[in-house]
């Protein structure tokens, strides 16, 4: 069974940084595209970032381009979402997902983790 495990969300002032990390279960991270979404109170799910499977291709919504930073450690079968310069519009849950097609990674993914929340204070 896969699970996806996100971790290190928490409170951060704005302009502070936090590092997510995602660490699955039932599934090896080398052999799937990653991604990073994000819902706010009130918004439909958002796509953050994607990094792919083949040559570690990574990809970023406008919103927080030049601010995150997705990699992957296969090593130790993990995803990371760096983000620096908060924003108090970066408050959401943030879910890690996983999926095989390199299709479509901003949209549609086969497993999802339970979610971290991250708020940023103002």
């Known amino acids: 069974q896969v699970q996806l495990v996100e971790s290190g969300g928490g409170v951060v002032q704005a302009g502070g940084s936090l590092r997510l990390s995602c660490t699955p279960s039932?599934?090896?991270?080398?052999?799937?595209?990653m991604g990073w979404f994000r819902q706010a109170p009130g918004k439909e799910r958002e796509f953050v970032a994607a990094?792919?499977?083949?040559?570690?291709?990574?990809y970023y919504s406008d919103s927080v381009k030049g601010r995150f930073t997705i990699s992957r450690d296969n090593a130790k079968n993990t995803v990371y979402l760096q983000m620096n310069s908060l924003k108090p519009e970066d408050t959401a849950v943030y879910y890690c997902?996983?999926?095989?097609?390199?299709?479509?990674?901003?949209?549609?993914?086969?497993?999802w983790g339970p979610g971290t929340q991250v708020t940023v204070s103002s």
């Open positions: 997902a996983a999926k095989y097609s390199v299709a479509e990674l901003t949209r549609t993914y086969d497993y």
């Open positions: 039932g599934l090896t991270i080398s052999d799937y595209n």
């Open positions: 990094i792919s499977r083949i040559a570690s291709r990574t």
